[in-house]
């Protein structure tokens, strides 16, 4: 299946989750157009069950509640990043008032728009799942019926050289992939062997 490699989207290959941002803000339209690409994400049942909060660096206090939620390991790189957002799902249907099952992936899939959009505007993404989803819930007044999801960073690239040491190794480190061997089977499932 490798012989496939290299035939995708330079966008989809492009796109790198950096830890060295610029502090260069990332203008307000620019932002927009994240949540633009977002908004076009395929949902099951048109759902639509993301939701975004955001903070830029100079939202003082929301850029701050949003660097305090994050793990001691990502607060390290992340604090300079010019702009934050939590990604959230809507766990109920708006249909049923049951569980959605889908609301992880559809969000995700909004994610993965916003991802593409932010490589073509020349801009970075981080995602994050090392933060506290209690302390989200309760410092951004999140609804019961909503989830938090990941924390995303976004900026500019910027010089590793301003990273701690061994962030600057994990920075520099070739991009690897699973093969597609690994994890795509015709017709049944198989394991992998070796």
Known sequence: MEKHKGII?????????PLAF????????????LFEAAR??????????????????????????????????NRIW??????????????????????NYYAFHDTGMAVGNLLIQATDMGLVV???????????ISLFG??????PVAMIA?????????LPAELQKREQAERTR???????FRGSWKEQQG
């Open 9 to 17: 989207n330079e966008l989809i290959q492009k796109r790198r989750s």
């Open 22 to 33: 610029d502090k260069k803000p990332v203008e307000e339209v620019k932002i927009m157009r």
């Open 40 to 73: 076009w994400a395929p949902s099951s049942r048109n759902e639509q069950p993301w939701r975004f909060i955001y903070a830029t660096k100079d939202d003082d206090s929301v850029f701050g509640k949003m660097i305090d939620i994050l793990a001691e390991g």
């Open 78 to 99: 992340a604090k300079d990043v010019p702009l934050m957002i939590l990604s959230l799902a809507k766990i109920r249907s708006s249909y049923s008032g049951k569980q």
């Open 126 to 136: 981080h995602q994050m799942g090392g933060y506290d989803k209690e302390k989200a």
């Open 142 to 147: 999140i609804p019961e019926d909503y989830e």
């Open 154 to 162: 976004a900026g500019y690239q910027g010089d590793p050289q301003n």
């Open 178 to 184: 699973v093969p597609l061997d690994n994890f795509v």
